[in-house]
């Protein structure tokens, strides 16, 4: 049995030193893995943007003596992977079989989902999430959030986690006409966060492209396809969409934004607590969430006692 491990696992070992050109490639291969490096070195490197050489460094640092070792190597997975079942299925997240073997819909809706969700866990290196950390705690303006149709629900959802950890977040409303005039104060200063996946937006698109002509880091979530907006992100965080539905499903890129929350709180615990304890004054102030504390009719009554 060969002891080596699969490239993809290579990819994504912990302590893994990757320069950013290597990262560009390694998120190409996990991208689409493992098409992305069955071609030539030079289609590796113009599709992840950089040099030849920075190909060969990457593959070398992976342990291989140069790249026809490690494209050896990936073919050997892909001729692994045609004898085996197990392994087929497992590339074709999720399997849609004929039978759902006694299992309702919705149950094997779930199921599918979930190994979408797994299956994401292993395309993005954790120094590129490192990255968009860097990018928006350390930003010194603004955090602007931007979502199509659906994800822009996500984006919601980590400017609500983002306010509670620095100020100057936004969350850029439904595009309008309106909405581009927040491109106004737009600047090297901020970042803008970017939910986009298939069928892209070209609304979001242009936001994207304009906030990064006037200099504003880009993060962007997108799908494994990657937006046309990821021509202007300095970090693009890729995830799979399929599942056993006629939709396209966006629990991969919720469950990427709350591991991106959950690398925040374990960088920065001091940062963030004494912004929280404020917050939590207000919301205790005002009564703002049902965690035992005193309801305003249960006060009043409890004044008349004493």
Known sequence: MNAVPPIRDLLTQHGLALTPAEAKIAQVLLGDY??????????????????????????????????????????????????????????????????????????????????TVESAAAMTLPQTYGKAVQLIMEAKGRVLLLGGRFSRHIAGMLAGYLAQFRPGVIEVPSLSAESFDLLLDAGPRDTLVVFDHRRYQTDVIRFAEQAAERGAQIVLFTDVWRSPAAEHAKVVIVGPMEA???????????????????????????????????????????????????????RAAAKKKR
């Open 34 to 115: 493992p098409v992305a490096g069955l071609g030539t070195a030079t289609a590796l490197a113009r599709r992840a943007g950089v040099s030849d050489p920075s190909v060969i460094r990457m593959v070398t640092k992976l342990g291989f003596d140069g790249f026809a070792a490690f494209q050896k190597r990936l073919l050997e997975e892909v001729e692994a992977g045609l004898r085996s079942p197990l392994m087929m299925m497992e590339a074709k997240r999720p399997a849609r079989a004929a039978a759902t073997g006694g299992r309702s819909v919705e149950e094997t809706y779930i199921r599918s989902a979930a190994a």
């Open 244 to 298: 056993d539905s006629p939709y396209d499903t966006l629990a991969p890129a919720v469950a990427q934004m709350e591991a991106l929350v959950a690398r925040i709180v374990a960088e920065q615990p001091d940062n963030n607590g004494t912004r929280m304890e404020e917050l939590e004054r207000i919301r205790s102030r005002n009564i703002a969430t049902v965690d035992g504390t005193k309801a305003p009719a249960k």
